[in-house]
C-alpha cells in the first residue's frame, strides 16, 4: 500500500521550531517532486514548500520564505520541513504530497498532487 505519514506537529510558542517529517511506504520518494501543504482553521489549504525529485531544486510560499526549510534524505525515505520563527499564523494542518513531475509541486498545484498524508497539527501559540 502505497503510504505518506506526517509527524513532527505539535505545539510551540511563537519564535519557536518544529521539524515536520514525511515518511513513504510502499514506493521510493527518489522519484518524487514532495511538497507541504498546510490548511488553516477556517481557511482554504495553500502550498508551503515543494522539493523536486532531482538536483533538490526547493520553492517557498513568500509567507514562509527565510523561515522554513524543505529537505530529503532519500536513505531513509523521507522529506522534512524545518520551521523556525513561527508565528501563530503558521497555525495549521500540515500535509505532504508526492508527485512524480516537478511542475505540479512547485506551482502548489493540489489537484496535481498524486499522493497525500493524512497531515498532522502545528499549533503555534503562548
Known amino acids: 500500500q502505497l503510504q505518506l505519514v506526517e509527524s513532527g506537529g505539535g505545539m510551540v510558542q511563537p519564535g519557536g521550531s518544529l521539524r515536520l517529517s514525511c515518511a513513504a511506504s510502499g514506493f521510493t520518494l527518489d522519484d518524487y517532486a514532495i511538497g507541504w501543504f498546510r490548511q488553516a482553521p477556517g481557511k482554504e489549504r495553500e502550498g508551503v514548500s515543494c522539493?523536486?525529485?532531482?538536483?533538490?531544486?526547493?520553492k517557498y510560499a513568500s509567507s514562509v520564505k527565510g523561515r522554513f526549510t524543505i529537505s530529503r534524505d532519500n536513505a531513509k525515505n523521507t522529506v522534512y520541513l524545518q520551521m523556525n520563527s513561527l508565528k501563530p499564523e503558521d497555525t495549521a494542518v500540515y500535509y505532504c504530497?508526492?508527485?512524480?513531475?516537478?511542475?505540479?509541486?512547485?506551482?502548489?498545484?493540489?489537484?496535481?498532487?498524486?499522493?497525500w498524508g493524512n497531515g498532522t497539527l502545528v499549533t503555534v501559540s503562548s
Open positions: 522539493i523536486s525529485s532531482v538536483g533538490g531544486v526547493t
Open positions: 504530497a508526492a508527485d512524480m513531475g516537478y511542475y505540479y509541486c512547485s506551482n502548489f498545484v493540489q489537484r496535481g498532487m498524486h499522493y
